[in-house]
């Protein structure tokens, strides 16, 4: 148990459908992140927020919407995503001494 | 550009062996390193990290590190290795202090361990 509690576990979606992955931290950090892991591919960076103000876009696709309400919570909205969009999205919080506490990831498909 | 480079995409070793998993990175100021370990359906788990200080470094489960900045490396090492350290082992280097606490990290290293 890391403090970082992703939800849903797994999602399997079509091309059109809309949905949203969940994080919720209590750690009491000010700062998340999502990440997406795909096989065979480096963890790639998708979005910073820190206190609740999104400081990096790393050049995702406007398909992919985040959403920071407070500092404990984090959402990804997934709109008319494509089949390579199909990965694990791995949340995180940021203590203030640097270090990354990851929740356990959603596993997506998209079909 | 800052970069983290993992040479060994799979390691095996026999149960009871010592492990080394190397790690070298790219990066224009002082940085700070982690290594973290992921077993197959869950999340990154931190094993350590280096800020400062004392360049050997002790993690969780049993595990080490060493920074050594003439060689840009950070390699992780066990003395005595477990088969429940099968999983894969990232490293990132980033700068704590900067405003994203960015992390780059590695492609990962596989350690299958042999009974």
């Known amino acids: 148990e890391t403090g970082v509690t992703q939800t849903p576990r797994h999602l399997v979606m079509g091309m059109t459908n809309k949905k949203s992955l969940k994080c919720e931290q209590h750690l009491g950090h000010n700062a998340m992140y999502w990440y997406k892991q ?3 591919k480096p963890l790639e960076l998708m979005f910073v927020y820190s206190l609740e103000e999104r400081v990096e876009n790393n050049s995702v696709p406007s398909r992919f919407s985040p959403e920071c309400p407070n500092s404990s919570h984090l959402f990804l909205h997934l709109h008319t995503l494509q089949p390579e969009d ?3 999205y791995l949340c995180a919080s940021r203590s203030f001494t640097g270090e990354l ?3 356990e990831g959603s596993r997506l498909t998209v079909l | 550009a800052q970069s983290v480079t993992q040479p060994d995409i799979h390691i095996t070793v026999s149960e009871g062996a010592s492990l080394e998993l190397r790690c070298n990175y790219s990066y224009g100021a002082t940085p700070y390193l982690f290594w973290y370990v992921q077993s197959p359906g869950q999340g990154l788990q931190l094993l350590l990290k280096y800020f400062s200080g ?3 470094v002790q993690g969780i489960k049993g595990f080490e590190a060493e920074f050594k900045r003439s060689q840009s490396s950070f390699n992780l090492r066990k003395p005595s290795v477990h088969w429940s ?4 082992y990232f490293c990132a280097v980033g700068h704590g202090s ?3 606490g960015k992390l780059i990290f590695g492609q990962g290293t596989t350690l299958q361990v042999k009974p």
Do not use: Y
């Open chain 1, 38 to 40: 795909s096989a065979k």
């Open chain 1, 86 to 88: 199909s990965a694990l």
């Open chain 1, 101 to 103: 506490f990851f929740g």
């Open chain 2, 54 to 56: 004392d360049t050997l």
């Open chain 2, 85 to 88: 350290d099968a999983a894969e």
């Open chain 2, 98 to 100: 900067s405003n994203t």
